[in-house]
């Protein structure tokens, strides 16, 4: 058991020494934040994996602070420096041929390794400072909601961490787009804060995963993710639907609540609400928050559905996970 430290970027050669020293540290980005640990020591590796209850099999993104860096763990093609280029610092993650370098324990074992060059000042800051490349799962206990603020860590990794530091709320708020470059068509692994209408634009032939996943492609799809511990967590694409099934849900004595973007309040009645913005920028930014507080209060989430373009795609890709896929 640790006495969890948390505090702000006058920690930051605290939380350096302890990465040297083969420690965990969660530490903000501008997406969520994440777990770090330095990528080139497998056991400090493997106390991420403890830590979070996270399958050894699922691989972890390695952070570092620039192209050069990235260079010495994967083999960067042409397609990637030009995405890099264009996005990062940023929420992108490519999938790439990884180099020897990178310990088996960070991957899952297999061949290519996520990277990602995080647009937020402390993370930089600490792969800077710690000398050595970050590698970082989102700092939720395996299963939860991603963290987007330092107190969210806090509740989880209490225990079992040394030290947060804390850089406030995450801008983006959803996880990055996980891109593999490893594939003969370039694949989105996973939707994120780089929209595939962005990424279109500098690689024309870029392609959102479809079917089914092959374990080696992205081995944490098999795994669910992003569910609130609530009794029920459900999707609404109808109000007068999602009013009904609310109301149904009051009359046997339960708690529920309807998650809602700002144009919705009004239609809604006087029923229990959570806002969480009208733009998709806001609503990535609200949600695993809003996930966050409401189950702490309530026995049925009610998440209205959203869109399937820009943003708001990459948000309802985790609702479906959270739901289960679960529609009234
Ligand atoms: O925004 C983010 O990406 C955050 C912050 C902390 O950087 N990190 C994050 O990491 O969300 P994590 O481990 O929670 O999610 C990474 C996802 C997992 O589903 C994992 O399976 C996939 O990326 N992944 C990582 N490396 C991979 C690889 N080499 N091939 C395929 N999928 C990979
Ligand atoms: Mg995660």
């Known amino acids: 058991m640790y006495e969890t430290k948390i505090g702000g970027i006058e920690l930051i050669n605290e939380a350096s020494d302890l990465i040297k020293s083969g420690e965990v540290v969660a530490f903000p980005t501008e997406t ?17 994996f403890i830590a979070k209850n996270r399958p050894s099999d699922n691989p972890l993104i390695v952070h570092v602070a620039n192209i050069e860096q990235a260079k ?3 083999y960067v093609n042409k397609d990637a420096k030009n995405l890099f280029d264009k996005f990062s610092p940023g929420p992108l993650t490519i999938v790439l041929p990884k180099k020897s370098i990178v310990p088996a324990e ?4 297999i061949q290519t390794v996520g990277i990602r060059i995080p647009d937020n000042k402390i993370a930089l800051e600490l792969i800077r400072i710690s000398d050595c490349p ?3 799962p989102s700092a939720n206990t395996s299963k939860k909601v991603s963290p987007t603020t330092a107190q969210h860590v806090l509740d989880d990794m209490n225990g079992k961490i040394p030290l947060i530091l804390d850089g ?3 801008k983006v708020g959803i996880e990055s787009t996980v891109l593999s470059l490893a594939e003969e068509i370039p694949t989105i692994l996973r939707p994120g804060g780089i929209t595939i209408e962005m990424l279109t634009e500098v690689l024309p032939r870029v392609k959102n995963h479809t079917g089914e996943i092959k374990v080696a492609q992205a081995p944490g799809m098999k ?3 992003y569910a609130p511990t609530v009794e029920e967590c459900i999707m609404f694409d109808d109000i007068s639907n999602g009013t009904k099934y609310y109301d149904n849900v009051i009359s046997k004595g339960k708690k529920a ?3 809602v973007t700002t144009d919705t309040i009004s239609k809604i009645g006087k029923r229990n609400f959570a806002d969480v913005g009208n733009s998709g920028e806001d609503v990535a930014h609200n949600v695993f928050r809003v996930l966050r507080e409401c189950e702490k209060k309530y026995d049925c989430i009610l998440i209205q559905k ?4 820009g943003i708001y795609a990459s948000v309802m890709n985790r609702l479906t996970k959270s739901t289960s896929d679960k529609t009234v």
Request: proline share 2%; charged share 20%.
């Open 32 to 48: 969520v934040y994440g777990l770090g640990a330095n990528a080139l020591d497998k056991n400090a590796v493997k106390k991420i």
């Open 72 to 74: 010495r763990f994967a």
């Open 106 to 109: 960070v991957t899952g074992d």
């Open 134 to 136: 970050l590698a970082a």
């Open 168 to 170: 406030g709320e995450c």
């Open 223 to 225: 795994y669910k993710h």
């Open 257 to 259: 609540i309807m998650v």
């Open 306 to 309: 959203l869109p399937s373009t």
